[in-house]
């Protein structure tokens, strides 16, 4: 940090004043010293007993301790210049400090305080250093305040378009009903039967926004229990092999004939292969197969797959996906009725268990890869209902 060409004289003109006044002082001492010397004869010949005693040969009487007596005298006079002159820099590089300080507190934000290396002294340069860092660490916080109310917005946006579209159209059919305007029972039960379908559409939204936000606190506690993963699996290709058949695809999870033991939410983690399973069979529908395989990785890592054919998800949907109401181009104009939560929650619910859920597509498959550690942290293992 440089100081000002006035600070820079205020310096010199200090060391020059400090010098003089401390030679005056050296030389009151003397002459007092020499006076109560001069008036006192038993002071006297007790310097001559000292001096011969420590130095009668070398320091022949009226010479050399003299001398070295006002060389010392001369040493600790410039020591106290110096020290003087760098409690002073350091004050000036303080002053500087708080200056640059009420310049970021007036809303310069970017600016940084800039400390020479070689000039500042250990703790000015630990202050600048700190108040460097804070600031770093205010900005961040205010961006990720922005960020957080950005996303809150987008939230509310999305949510109430979401809800706006099922609501127009229950609305208009219910006018329709009340106003009598159908030709036929036929068409009363259709109108009706629109509206109950919307109206769930509406509460399917609702439910998984609830969820969505729930499991999206890290302080949402899970209930850790022992469960047989290939059992799950089996279970979960019962529950939709209806379905799966509907649309002529096979569903199956593979190398199930041993029990696969791991310490998991099972609710949760229900929930999460069932929005994979249901997307493999929504989003795929020219496709033939869906496969479950959950499989040991190493000693830390579990993962189970669930993958299906059918279209590739283009490459830069696939950084996407996990995003609350992301949902590609195609599927949103299709009606395949997803709120373009599943993957968000199903995202944080791994997160939840200290994994993570990847995805990969090309042309022959698409697979969500949900990675769980082998162990759950201790901290997660909770056994209390939410
Ligand atoms: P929800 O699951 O809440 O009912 P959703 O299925 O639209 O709604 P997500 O499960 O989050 O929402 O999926 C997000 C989007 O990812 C889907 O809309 C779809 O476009 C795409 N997607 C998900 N899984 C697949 C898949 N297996 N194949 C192709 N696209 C997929
Ligand atoms: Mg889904």
Do not use: C
């Not at 310069?108 to 500042?120: P, Y």
């Not at 205010?142 to 809150?152: A, G, L, V, Y």
């Not at 395989?293 to 996990?322: H, R, T």
Request: charged content about 25%; proline content about 2%.
């Amino acid at each position: 940090m440089k100081l000002t060409g006035k600070e820079r004289t205020e310096l010199v003109l200090e060391g020059i004043f400090t010098f003089v006044l401390l030679i005056l002082l050296n030389l009151s001492i003397i002459i007092l010293f020499n006076q109560m010397v001069a008036a006192n004869p038993g002071i006297r010949d007790g310097i001559f007993i000292i001096r011969y005693s420590i130095g009668g040969v070398h320091f022949p009487m009226g010479t050399g301790l003299r001398q070295a007596l006002l060389a010392a005298m001369l040493v600790i006079d410039i020591i106290v210049v110096i020290w003087r002159l760098i409690r002073r820099y350091n004050q000036y590089q303080l002053h500087h400090i708080i200056d640059e300080l009420h310049y970021i507190a007036n809303g310069h934000l970017e600016h940084r305080i800039n400390f020479g290396a070689k000039t500042s002294s250990n703790s000015v340069k630990n202050v600048a250093e700190s108040i460097n860092a804070l600031v770093d660490s205010v900005i961040k916080t205010m961006n990720d305040e922005r960020k957080i109310e950005h996303s809150k917005d987008e939230l509310i946006t999305n949510v109430s378009h979401d809800l706006r579209t099922p609501l127009t159209s229950i609305l208009g059919y219910l006018g329709l009903i009340q106003d009598k305007q159908y030709n036929s029972e036929a068409d009363l039960v259709k109108y009706a039967n629109i509206a109950y379908l919307k109206a769930k559409q509406m509460k399917s939204l609702v439910d998984n926004l609830f969820e969505f936000t729930k499991v999206r606190q890290t302080s949402t506690k899970l209930t850790i229990n022992k469960l047989d993963l290939n059992q799950m699996l089996e279970q979960l290709v019962a529950s939709f092999e209806l379905e799966a058949k509907k649309y002529d695809i096979e569903i199956t999870a593979l190398d199930t004939d041993h029990p696969f033991v791991i310490e998991a939410d099972a609710e949760k983690l229900g929930r999460v292969f069932n929005n994979l399973i249901s997307n493999a069979l929504k989003y795929a529908r020219d496709g033939k197969l869906v496969t479950l395989k959950a499989s040991q990785v190493n000693d830390n890592e579990i993962i189970i797959d669930v993958s299906n054919d059918g279209p590739q998800i283009p490459e830069k949907a696939l950084n996407q996906i996990f995003e609350r109401f992301y949902r590609v181009e195609e599927s949103r104009n299709k009606d395949t009725g997803g709120t373009g939560l599943g993957l968000a929650i199903a995202q944080s619910i791994i997160q939840l268990h200290g994994g993570y859920i990847s995805v990969t597509s090309d042309e022959d498959l698409t697979t969500f890869s949900v990675h769980l550690p082998a162990k759950p942290n201790e901290k997660l293992s909770y056994n209390e209902e939410l």
